[in-house]
């Protein structure tokens, strides 16, 4: 009873004091624009951003519609390959040491100097911007999910070895389910990323997405559009987060009945 109220108040915490702390930015940013007349054309404020997310909301579901394409497409093509790769490099260790470096090294290029290079490449369509997210995404997919396979305990693996075991039964069995929470982990931290990934592809050449109204609306001088851009692009990065928990706590449920027992 006493864990189960320590639990609650953990979780209450957890929830009001981030809240708490945003409103109170809010309200401190409000004041600061009224009090100092600042133009709002340099930085308007809340309520103005609202106002603007209000009367812009069906151009911004357009665009929002776009990226999402995007982003999923990007997501889907980064997971299926980082699995498959993570994969191999975990049955052929000279595909590791071949690959492995070749992953981190290629985390050192960044992705805005890529992203004009694909443009020349496929033009202003939507392959571009898939290739951006699926590029961002690909990388902390794999490296986790690779890790993960390599810490599963190897007494097990070892125990089930005597008993008879096959390379892909122990696979199953052991690795597989052991990796899951590493993957999960990549899978979190590309698809907050994912959707930044689609926007900086649109960024450099697009007709529709929240990249190319960000810089619409930034080249007209109307702040409050880019601001409410950046909300709705933080809270679609919210939204891939959530149903990504959501599904590990469907895939893992024995996982986190021991995080909630500890």
């Known amino acids: 009873m006493r864990r189960s109220l320590n639990t609650d108040k953990r979780d209450f915490a957890a929830i009001f004091l981030p809240g708490f702390t945003l409103l109170s930015l809010l309200v401190l940013w409000e004041i600061a624009v009224h009090l100092s007349q600042v133009e709002p054309w340099i930085l308007p404020g809340p309520s103005q951003i609202i106002g603007a997310l209000w009367q812009a909301r069906e151009l911004l579901w357009q665009h929002s519609i776009q990226t999402i394409y995007e982003t999923t497409l990007g997501l889907g093509i980064a997971v299926v ?134 810089t619409r609306s930034s080249q007209s001088y109307l702040t409050d559009r880019v601001f409410a851009a950046i909300l709705v692009i933080t809270c679609l990065s919210l939204a891939i987060y959530l149903i990504i928990e959501g599904v590990a706590r469907l895939t893992m449920p024995w996982y986190y009945r021991k995080k909630e027992t500890i």
Request: hydrophobic content about 55%.
């Open 81 to 214: 390959i980082g699995i498959a790769l993570a994969t191999a490099i975990e049955w052929s260790q000279s595909l590791r040491k071949a690959i492995y470096p070749l992953l981190i090294v290629s985390q050192t290029i960044p992705i805005i100097a890529v992203a004009p290079l694909l443009i020349i490449w496929f033009g202003y369509g939507l392959l571009p911007k898939v290739l951006v997210v699926a590029l961002v995404c690909f990388f902390p997919i794999t490296i986790n999910l690779a890790d993960g396979y390599r810490l599963v305990d190897r007494e097990m693996i070892r125990l089930l070895s005597a008993m008879g075991a096959g390379p892909g039964r122990i696979f199953t069995m052991v690795k597989l389910p052991a990796a899951l929470p590493f993957f999960f982990s990549g899978l979190r931290i590309a698809g907050t990323y994912s959707v930044m990934g689609a926007v900086i592809g649109e960024w450099l050449g697009a007709t529709k997405g929240l990249g190319i109204f960000m």
